[in-house]
């Protein structure tokens, strides 16, 4: 093992809901929804319209700055609707779903003897490459970059996250063809990290062509910038690329069975669900089949954890990089002299509250935001949630008023919006720190392309 890491900053936040080591087969969803949306700086090109019938594996569009990025159907059917926003912006692609699914026959290379080359194009073509994704700016790779190494997290730190362990187990030959494969797309390493507080699954202690390390810490130590950031930092002008365990084991299912299976296992969690647990679904899946078994009482549901995943209705759609689906209360009901009431079933980092006199304490927390946005201070919130060797709230404000040169000295190449969801969460000013980290690496993208 190279690298047993520790951190300290960061915290857990421990809720109610959490899905139990049950896996059933989610019910039939009968449309399912790729959404360009989901894929940031892409520019859809469609190449179907409503009413084409398609197969697994066709593909619906690709992304008009990179010609070679294919985005392909993950069930056969009927090209039902193609939803536009504003200026025309393409949100949704909807398909009527077969109930018996109908497979392309994709031309993959053997993944054992093809260069390099070749295999990137098998991956471009079977619409694999978008599970691929690259630090700096958070985007879909670059197909004719070469990263300076490769970085798997096996393990998701953040609240009522999918166990990994639990889904790969008994995966192991496959997710290690997967990884054969993106071991031939660098020259560097690929570094697999797994929960150094948990016995990690023997697909990923057996994994080989590999470095391997461990990591502990409250989270967000399972987020994989905060890895990287401590085992091999991203300077200017270098490029690293990141994937998920699950995409790595259909990139090895694809190749093994030469067809695409968009199977996934998803986490459905909350606890507004009635029972959590973990169901077998297919991507971009109706998330109606998935909460079907909701409290009642205003929910939020949520495609992703509860920091980072996006607001969806009930019967949305889940996200392509999803594994986690979350139900919480909404909240939003008064409360008798607000945040001044000593109330034990409030969670905060500090002291002001009980909270921490109750480490192991689970709690049904709600969406409310306890406040509005106000006045943006300089204060050590951040710091303590926060493991990087980056001062975050100068990196925000550097971003606020687009100083890129600030912005590159700070270290905005080494981070995600993901990495400051705690920040967020903790901020008494109520600044939308994701969104802002966010718009600041776009912005730097586009100056940087």
């Keep these: 093992m190279s690298k047993a890491l520790k951190i300290k900053r960061g915290t857990d936040i421990k809720l109610a809901g959490e899905a139990e080591k049950i896996l059933a087969d989610a019910s039939y969803s009968e449309t399912i929804a790729i959404k360009p949306t989901d894929f940031l700086g892409l520019t ?12 697994a594996g066709t593909p619906i569009f690709y992304d008009k700055n990179n010609e070679k990025v294919k985005f392909v159907s993950p069930v056969s059917g009927e090209i039902a609707e193609i939803k536009r926003g504003a200026k025309r912006r393409i949100l949704e692609v909807i398909i009527i779903a077969d109930k018996e699914i109908k497979y392309e026959s994709l031309d993959l290379v053997d993944s054992t003897s093809a260069s390099r080359e070749d295999l990137v194009n098998s991956l471009c073509n079977s619409g694999l490459w978008p599970f691929i994704i690259q630090r700096p700016y958070c985007v879909v790779a670059n197909p004719n970059d070469k990263p ?27 997710f ?21 507080k948990a016995k990690a ?6 994994a080989k ?9 409250p989270h967000p130590a399972g987020n994989v910038g905060v890895q990287i950031h401590h085992i091999a930092p991203i300077n200017k002008g270098e490029v690293v690329w990141t994937l998920k365990p699950q995409d790595v084991l259909t990139i090895g299912k694809v190749f093994e069975s030469k067809k695409f299976d968009a199977s996934r296992v998803v ?8 029972s959590p647990k973990y169901l077998r679904t297919i991507m971009g899946t109706n998330t109606k089949v998935l909460f079907h078994e909701v409290k009642e009482g205003a929910t939020r549901f949520i495609s992703g954890n509860v920091l980072s995943g996006d607001k969806i209705n009930q019967d949305g759609y889940l996200g392509f990089y999803d594994y986690e689906v979350t139900a919480i209360p909404e909240g939003g009901e008064p409360q008798m002299f607000g945040w001044i009431t000593p109330n034990p079933n409030k969670f905060s980092i500090s002291r002001a509250l009980p909270a921490w006199l109750m480490p192991n304490k689970k709690y049904n927390l709600t969406a409310d935001m306890n406040g509005e946005e106000r006045p943006f201070v300089v204060s050590e919130e951040y710091d303590k949630v926060f493991p990087f060797d980056i001062y975050p709230v100068q990196l925000i404000k550097s971003i606020m008023i687009e100083d890129i040169e600030m912005m590159e000295n700070l270290g905005i190449y080494e981070v995600a919006p993901e990495d400051f969801a705690l920040c967020e969460t903790v901020c008494t000013s109520k600044i939308p720190v994701q969104t802002i980290v966010r718009e600041g690496l776009e912005k730097l993208r586009i100056e940087m392309s």
């Excluded at 859809?44 to 197969?55: F, Q």
């Excluded at 300076?148 to 496959?174: K, M, Q, V, Y």
């Excluded at 986490?267 to 009635?274: C, D, I, L, N, R």
């Design 44 to 55: 859809p090109k469609m190449l179907v319209k409503e009413g084409d019938e398609v197969k």
């Design 148 to 174: 300076r190494a490769i970085f798997i997290s096996a393990f998701d730190s953040a609240p009522l996250a999918a166990d990994n362990d639990f889904i790969l187990h008994s995966h192991g030959e496959l």
């Design 176 to 196: 290690q063809k997967g990884l054969d494969i993106i071991n031939k797309l660098t020259d560097g390493k690929v570094h697999l990290t797994i929960n150094g």
């Design 201 to 206: 699954d023997e697909a990923f202690l057996n």
């Design 209 to 217: 062509g590999v470095e391997l390390h461990s990591i502990s810490g």
């Design 267 to 274: 986490a459905v969690a909350g606890s507004q669900m009635k």
